[in-house]
């Protein structure tokens, strides 16, 4: 009598799939049916929380699709969400044109951009791309803000509300679902991208791009692809913003902006979907709970009312991200993978 342990796969198609077992599709119904009753559950505040979350997700996955798997550092994202979230919103409040037209139309024009940012930095590695991608985030946040007849300048663009099909999403848990499904399909998008010969190549060129191109590797070609990714995951998340924020301006999208994508994927895990997840809610959810703790502390010392203020708030943020990457380099989908390897071989530790 034969005994199946583990996971055992008769073809490739079984191999390839996503959710190869019953209780990783019993896991993701579940949690497919938790996302969907969220807003009855919480307040608005969270739902508003959900709603970031998912625009730094899909931002996240586009830069982890550069950096993690194809290793071109960027210190620009924020520069391709600006152009994504300008340009829907020229789109929509200046041609009155419907989200199925302005959300794919910022991706494309972000690609676009990220094209032409591609092509001369293809000899550029480590810092000097940082550099080059950094140069180019700050030339486009002063044509936003010197384009005035445009952009609006410093005032800004007002984003006008989403029409889904006659309906009006004019609050954050309308909005909730309409973000929900962009953001699943750019997730699934980006999972059997990073499976295909595509990202099998990006993960090439990343570990030992010198033998991928004596193996047939396109260099060029599989560089300009992975900005042109990138770029476009980040013009979706820019509209994404738009729509959201319902007012967009210039100081949106700094270089500051562009390091916290960086620190999403450092901390959820360089070279994973899932990771980028993780990064991504980690970033936007913990400064809230250090507000928490500051407020707490203030309350308990009186003495301490007053001391705590945004400042603050980046020196802690900044320092629980550099402790969290000194004694966790593998970011937080390694901490998961551990965790699921231990619970599939409980009791047993091998």
Known sequence: MAIRSKIFCETYHEDIKLLNTYWSKAW??????????????????????????CIATVAAVGLNLLTGFTGQISLGHAAFLAIGAYTGTILSEGLNMPFWVTVPAGGLVAAAAGILVGIPCLRLKGLYLAMATMSFGVMVEYVLITLKGVTGGERGMYMPEVDVFGMVLNTDESIYYFLLVITAIMIVAAKNIVRTRVGRAFVAVRDRDIAAEVMGVNLTLYKVMAFALSSFYAGVAGVMYAYVMGHIHPEHFTMLHSVEYLAMIIVGGLGSILGSIFGAIFIVVIPEFIKILAQTIEE???????????????????????????????????????????????????
Not at 33 to 49: A, C, E, K, N
């Open 300 to 350: 308990a010392i009186p003495a301490m009312a007053g001391k705590y203020d945004d400042e603050w708030n980046i020196a802690a943020f900044g320092l629980l991200i550099m402790l969290f990457l000194i004694f966790e380099p593998g970011g937080l989908n390694s901490i998961w993978q551990r965790l699921k390897i231990g619970f599939k071989n409980w009791p047993f530790t091998y």
């Open 28 to 53: 993701m119904g579940l949690f497919i049916i938790g996302l969907f009753i969220l807003p009855f559950l919480g307040d608005t505040y969270m739902v508003y929380m959900v709603n970031l979350c």
